[in-house]
T-cell receptor
């Protein structure tokens, strides 16, 4: 069974804090990895893809460790608008593009 | 920016009734997907569709479900005889290519409530 596991949360942090989310996946044949953001009762929206070399987009840094089947997301200088659920997402094997989602970790940033 | 649209935003139906959920994918996209999210749970893959046929489906997508692209723009999900446990948010998504790294763009979802 292909699973993606995430910290259950919620994470309550003050504005300006740095917060890290962790994720593990079970399907070693997975090829592509993503972090999506989901606001309450809204659709998932792509935050960033995750590459083996690690990648950064402004305040967001994603890391992938294929050997450990582990993905992380670091958010620096948290803003109130970062409050959302962060979904770790992995694609299927053999290049199929169906996505397997983690349950998500909720982040609440307070003033 | 082009976006995936879905109608209706909320559908309420009686158990045993048929429902059709509609999606308009991004116009130059070729691969289409349906996902569902039961309240408080994770997003789950239902089915993928390319070149007018199903390319992959999950164990959730049983004989009660069907998909269709009736014309050049719409992509529909039909549930033949709804059950209480079909109550969920249903998201349509589309991609331009079928590769695993292609970004899937999600529509705003249809909230289905089965009474």
């Amino acid at each position: 069974r292909k699973e993606v596991e995430q910290d259950p949360g919620p994470f309550n942090v003050p504005e300006g804090a740095t917060v890290a989310f962790n994720c593990t996946y079970s399907n070693s044949a997975s090829q592509s990895f993503f972090w999506y953001r989901q606001d309450c009762r809204k659709e998932p929206k792509l935050l960033m893809s995750v590459y083996s070399s690690g990648n950064e987009d402004g305040r967001f840094t994603a890391q992938l460790n294929r050997a450990s089947q582990y993905i992380s997301l670091l958010i620096r200088d948290s803003k109130l608008s970062d409050s959302a659920t962060y979904l770790c997402v992995v694609n299927g094997d053999s290049g199929y593009s169906t996505l397997t989602f983690g349950k998500g970790t909720m982040l609440l940033v307070s003033p | 920016e082009p976006e995936v649209t879905q109608t209706p935003s909320h559908q309420v139906t009686q158990m045993g009734q048929e429902v059709i959920l509609r999606c308009v994918p991004i116009s130059n996209h070729l691969y289409f997907y349906w996902y569902r999210q039961i309240l408080g749970q994770k997003v789950e893959f239902l089915v993928s569709f390319y070149n007018n046929e199903i390319s992959e489906k999950s164990e959730i997508f049983d004989d009660q479900f069907s998909v269709e692209r009736p014309d050049g723009s719409n992509f529909t999900l039909k549930i033949r005889s709804t059950k209480l446990e079909d109550s969920a948010m249903y998201f349509c998504a589309s991609t331009q290519g079928g590769g695993g790294a292609d970004t899937q763009y999600f529509g705003p979802g249809t909230r289905l409530t089965v009474l």
